[in-house]
T-cell receptor
Framework: AQKVTQAQTEISVVEKEDVTLDCVYE???????LFWYKQPPSGELVFLIRRNSFDEQNEISGRYSWNFQKSTSSFNFTITASQVVDSAVYFCALSGGAAGNKLTFGGGTRVLVKP | DAGVIQSPRHEVTEMGQEVTLRCKPI?????LFWYRQTMMRGLELLIY????????DSGMPEDRFSAKMPNASFSTLKIQPSEPRDSAVYFC?????????????FGPGTRLTVL
């Protein structure tokens, strides 16, 4: 069975600080995909980024970056120079292998960015 | 293009009543998912469809829950009879293809309160 753990339940920062969200996953599959979703106070879930298990290259997209390490089964996500609009709950999710395109979500990390 | 549409956005009902939640996926998407979000259990997959056929309903909590997808543009999730513990936000999501890397696009959710 697949499992996703987000140990941080809540993070509070001041605007312009960087925020790193931790995600640890468990799967027996060799091919899988990792996602980050954002849930702002309005409630909808918004897709942010995706990574497959064969590509450990870390990337930067605007103020977002991610660090994927298969050796430690981690898929961490960083928001650089945080803004108040980044305040939301962030979910890490896993799909692939026997689970197909079913998403297994972590418990979420609430990020509060103070002005 | 319109995103995933859910109705109603809010539903308040009394225990024992029947509740029907509705979802219109993004046109052309072959997969449709129903999720439930609660504080205690987080985001959990209830059921998903491929080309209108239910593929995995292992997450449906009990026989009081049923889901249908009569055509490619409409799905319902029905709870009969409803109970207070069914209070949650129910999300519908759709996905364009069969691959595990396809991200899911979520609707705004239906907040259900059972008194």
């Amino acid at each position: 069975a697949q499992k996703v753990t987000q140990a941080q339940t809540e993070i509070s920062v001041v605007e312009k600080e960087d925020v790193t969200l931790d995600c640890v996953y468990e799967t027996r599959d060799t091919t899988y995909y990792l996602f980050w979703y954002k849930q702002p106070p309005s409630g909808e879930l918004v897709f942010l980024i995706r990574r497959n298990s064969f590509d450990e290259q870390n990337e930067i997209s605007g103020r977002y970056s991610w660090n994927f390490q298969k050796s430690t089964s981690s898929f961490n996500f960083t928001i650089t120079a945080s803004q108040v609009v980044d305040s939301a709950v962030y979910f890490c999710a896993l799909s692939g292998g026997a689970a197909g395109n079913k998403l297994t979500f972590g418990g979420g990390t609430r990020v509060l960015v103070k002005p | 293009d319109a995103g995933v549409i859910q109705s109603p956005r809010h539903e308040v009902t009394e225990m024992g009543q029947e509740v029907t939640l509705r979802c219109k996926p993004i046109s052309g998407h072959d997969y449709l998912f129903w999720y439930r979000q609660t504080m205690m259990r987080g985001l959990e997959l209830l059921i998903y469809f491929n080309n209108n056929v239910p593929i995995d309903d292992s997450g449906m909590p009990e026989d009081r829950f049923s889901a249908k997808m009569p055509n490619a543009s409409f799905s319902t999730l029905k709870i009969q009879p409803s109970e207070p513990r069914d209070s949650a936000v129910y999300f519908c999501a759709s996905s364009p293809g069969v691959y595990s890397y396809n991200e899911q696009f979520f609707g705004p959710g239906t907040r259900l309160t059972v008194l």
